[in-house]
């Protein structure tokens, strides 16, 4: 039946028009023509759906946005594009084909997709705010709603091509340009959410700036001495990039691991760059750093005692997005300059400090790997050199390579390689779930720690064997770097 022969009828109460509608819109979504027998476009139903998924998008908006989030009139103004675009397609369809029951067809199938839709995505954002969602569907949320917000576009233009008789090319022609049109006007108008998060900018008061120097010094001081004769691990944990809170979580939780797990309380020291922790911390940077190393160097027995230095942020890339293979040191208002691994390499050559674990955890850390390559060193990077690694989203309190290697398996494992094994599986496990491309996280071991590496894990794993505290908990919460 062509659409100009089309007969639309409506029912004589408003409540079944619109349960009507609502099976229209479920046979639109699986691709079914039968939606056009179902749908009852009057005028009240056109705007009491227009209300509900104006109702249902600011819902949305809200949810999604922070508690300090504000009213964003452009953001609704530009969701209101859409309805008022399929509007007029309706009004275009309805005058070619002298069939005037077709006006509100369109838009009417749409609003109802749209409102059901968007108030299954307000139910997955209220999971998320409450922690209740399982942690594999943190990383595929930005897309899944993506998907959601094409599909209901997409299959409104598939029945409607179907009931025109279109040939099977020019279908696929019509839905790829108008998913591609889609995908592209989401992703631009992503910075103008209903509900828009208020940004402060962060802050630094005099007496934070001074008193940094005085947090540094004692935190410094309360590093014990290495003791003769004894074999002892330290602990250094460095969170470079301030935005997100993923990193200064990260290392926090990996500290909390060593004092508890492997006995450091008092060989333990964190540097964190987040705007929260500025009188909790000393802020990571190159001279924080140095300063660290030099004195931790100082208090080690070099000959017999370890480093674990850990370091957790971006990797670097240029304008042009070529991978410049330095780690990203960001916690304004300062300016902080970028750690390269020819630097640190540098610095812990300067320091003294002979034995030596490395834990990179960032997007193309395996380019930490030649430099920093001795004899005596151990070093463990999150992912190749031109590979992107996964986890550090906003809503994420470990990266995918942190949560695997420190929250579980250094956790469960009583070697270093044992746990980097368990660690590299369990990140490629998760991301072949996502569909990423690997990150394959690399490890290295010098030729004379390969030989002294299995009596210095013995002093490193005797407290976990004979714990003498409770171990603190992980939560769950993850997502992409």
Not at 10 to 29: D, E, K, Q, Y
Not at 46 to 55: I, Q, W
Not at 182 to 210: C, G, H, M
Request: aromatic share 12%; charged share 15%; proline share 4%.
């Amino acid at each position: 039946m062509p659409l100009s022969s089309l007969k639309i009828e409506s029912l004589p109460r408003f409540s079944a028009n619109l349960f009507s509608n609502i099976s229209a819109a479920l046979h639109m979504l699986v691709g079914s023509i039968r939606a056009f027998a179902l749908v009852r476009p009057t005028f009240s139903q056109f705007v009491v759906l227009l209300l509900a998924a104006s109702g249902a998008n600011i819902l949305f908006g809200y949810l999604s946005a922070s508690e300090h989030g504000l009213f964003n009139e452009q953001g609704l103004i530009s969701y209101l594009i859409w309805p008022v675009i399929i509007l007029v397609v309706g009004i275009i369809l309805a005058r070619r084909t002298m069939n005037y029951s077709l006006l509100f067809v369109p838009v009417v199938l749409w609003l109802t997709a749209d409102t059901m839709l968007v108030l299954l995505q307000s139910s997955i954002q209220f999971l998320d705010i409450k922690g209740w969602l399982p942690s594999f569907l943190y990383g595929v949320l930005p897309t899944l709603f993506t998907f959601l917000f094409v599909w209901q576009t997409a299959s409104l233009l598939w029945i409607f091509a179907k009931k025109l008789h279109w040939s099977w090319w020019e279908r696929l022609l019509m839905l790829a340009g108008a998913v591609a049109l889609l995908v592209v006007w989401q992703k631009n108008v992503a910075d103008q959410p209903i509900f828009k998060a208020e940004k402060a900018s962060p802050t630094l008061s005099e007496r934070q700036f001074y008193d940094q120097a005085l947090l540094l010094d004692q935190n410094l001081s309360a590093i014990a001495k290495g003791v003769r004769g004894k074999s002892e691990w330290y602990f250094v944990g460095v969170a470079g990039y301030a935005e997100q809170n993923v990193f200064a979580s990260e290392i926090e939780q990996a500290n909390q691991l060593f004092d508890a797990r492997f006995g450091m309380k008092d060989r333990s020291i964190s540097l964190i760059n987040n705007p929260h922790t500025w009188e909790e911390y000393p802020i990571a940077s190159r001279t924080s750093l140095a300063r660290t190393l030099k004195d931790i160097g100082m208090k080690m027995n070099t000959e017999e005692d370890v480093l674990f230095l850990t370091l957790s942020s971006h990797g670097a890339v240029d304008e042009s997005g070529s991978i410049l293979g330095d780690l990203v040191m960001t916690n304004p208002p300062l300016t902080l300059d970028e750690i390269d691994p020819v630097w640190l390499r540098g610095t812990l050559d300067a320091s003294g400090i002979r034995w030596r674990v490395i834990v990179v955890s960032s997007c193309y850390s395996g380019a930490f790997i030649q430099a920093l390559s001795s004899p005596t060193t151990v070093i463990i990077t999150a992912s190749r050199a031109d590979r992107a690694s996964f986890g550090c989203s906003d809503d994420a309190d470990m990266t995918y390579f942190g949560r695997a290697f420190f929250a579980e398996s250094m956790r469960e494992q009583n070697t270093l390689d044992g746990a980097f094994k368990q660690a590299r599986r369990r990140v490629g496990e998760r991301e072949a779930l996502m569909g990423f491309e690997p990150s394959e996280p690399q490890m290295v071991v010098g030729a004379m720690m390969q030989t002294a590496l299995p009596e210095l894990e013995k002093a490193l794993f005797y407290h976990a064997s004979n714990p003498v505290v409770t171990l603190p908990k992980f939560t769950q919460a993850e997502d992409a770097k």
